[in-house]
């Protein structure tokens, strides 16, 4: 099976490229399940057909899913919700407030993991698509079983033992299967520990982002790239949507089209050297199979999207006694002389008049730039706490 993930700012288009991704895959001929986990849903609309929490068929070989927290959590984890449910209630909150609750944080994102546990156990799929929340939403998916795992043990002030005993004894006199619920729970944990490795697996999943060529679009890709890297995500390719073609009289399009042009180098020098596929603005609103399919033709052309279009790890983090070492791949720098600054989080690397931005994980902010060499591919930078 594989696993292809959408990612990238609100509003780029990850919708329409990663509708536009199943299609084609679908009419290669592979068994095809395109899902949103986005809570804001705009898959039907982009399909401009009617979809549900279950997977509906599109056309042969194509399904597609919108996922909902609560029929997930109805359908999957009744006893759980039950539990979550019953325990907020003896806090004193609110029924309806309760109720609200009793979704996990990170439960939305959690519902994609265990349906595709479900489907990748069940063989049920060739090549699932998925249509994330934007970055931020999309990034919580890498630690979220720890987080929710912090999140139940705060929530649940009582020892495990004690709910399982006294759970069972209320089940028997009220019919709340707190005992059961906490079950479910133990096997949701372990089974988003399961579904994580295949998402690290890079010869199943691969991340690609979305971004169009403007200023804070390309940033917030940036640094979901580095996230992705520090965490072991395989990101393959990145897809440019909404790229304006050249006019011959660009109007009140001038000034943009002469930014575009700039951003779309900036594009090709932070990304290289993963592949970069441009897709051009379609100049009107994009739903529907016959124009997603246009779309995928401008991304792919004849080709397959299901192929791994890149895997390396170009940077790496070294923890020292000091602090951390960071070896960024960059084989262009050999015979070149260059100057490296740092900015907050962010790595300046300069060459003659030209830079090149690498994004630092948060903690980076508070620690000082050391020693750096160079050693062809490897530049190995020193970061030395403060």
């Known amino acids: 099976m594989r696993i292809i993930l959408f990612t990238g700012k609100g509003g780029v288009g990850k919708t329409t490229i990663a509708a536009a991704t199943a299609l084609r895959c679908a009419r ?7 899902i949103s986990t986005d809570p804001a849903h705009s898959l039907a609309d982009a399909l401009d057909l009617p979809l549900g929490p279950e997977p509906v068929e599109i056309e042969p070989n194509l399904f597609g899913q919108e996922l909902d927290v609560y029929y997930s959590m109805k359908k999957h984890w009744s006893n759980m919700h039950q539990l979550m449910l019953t325990v907020f209630r003896w806090q004193g909150v609110r029924d309806v407030v309760a109720e609200e609750m009793s ?3 990170g439960m939305e994102e959690a519902s994609a993991f265990l349906w595709i546990e479900e489907y990748a156990r069940e063989e049920l799929f060739d090549i699932i698509i998925i249509d994330s929340a934007p970055t931020g939403e999309t990034l919580t998916l890498l630690a979220l079983p720890q987080v929710t795992k912090w999140w139940v043990t705060k929530a649940l002030p009582f020892q ?3 709910i399982k005993g006294f759970g069972a004894a209320i089940r028997k006199t009220t019919g709340v299967p707190l005992d059961k619920g906490y079950e479910e729970l133990e096997a949701l944990f372990s089974k988003l520990e399961e579904i994580q490795k295949i998402f ?25 790239y580095t996230y992705l890297q520090l965490y072991g995500y395989n990101v393959d390719a990145v897809i440019v949507n909404r790229v304006i ?6 109007g009140i399009f001038s000034r943009y089209l002469e930014s575009q042009v ?3 180098e900036e594009i090709e020098e932070s ?3 993963l592949p970069i596929f441009k897709v051009e603005h379609a100049g009107r609103e994009v739903f529907g199979l016959e124009l997603l399919d246009q779309i995928a033709t401008a991304m792919y052309g004849d080709g397959d999207p299901s192929v791994i279009y890149h ?18 791949k960059l084989p262009f720098l050999e015979d070149q002389a260059f100057k490296l600054n740092k900015f907050g989080d962010e790595l300046v690397l300069e060459l003659g008049t030209r830079r090149k931005h690498v994004f630092l994980p948060r903690f980076a902010h508070f620690m000082v730039l050391g020693s750096y060499q160079y050693s062809d591919p490897w530049l190995e930078v020193e970061l030395i706490r403060e």
């Open 262 to 264: 700039g951003y779309l």
């Open 200 to 224: 690290a697996d890079p010869a199943v999943t691969s991340i690609r982002l979305v971004a169009n060529p403007e200023r804070m679009v390309i940033q917030e890709a940036k640094r979901a």
């Open 311 to 328: 895997e390396e790890q170009p940077v790496e983090y070294l923890s020292t006694d000091k602090g951390y070492t960071v070896r960024l």
């Open 28 to 34: 290669l001929g592979y068994r095809t399940l395109v």
């Open 271 to 273: 990304f290289s050297p």
């Open 160 to 162: 495990k033992f004690a």
């Open 103 to 105: 979704a996990l944080p």
């Open 245 to 250: 073609p050249p006019m011959e009289n660009p």
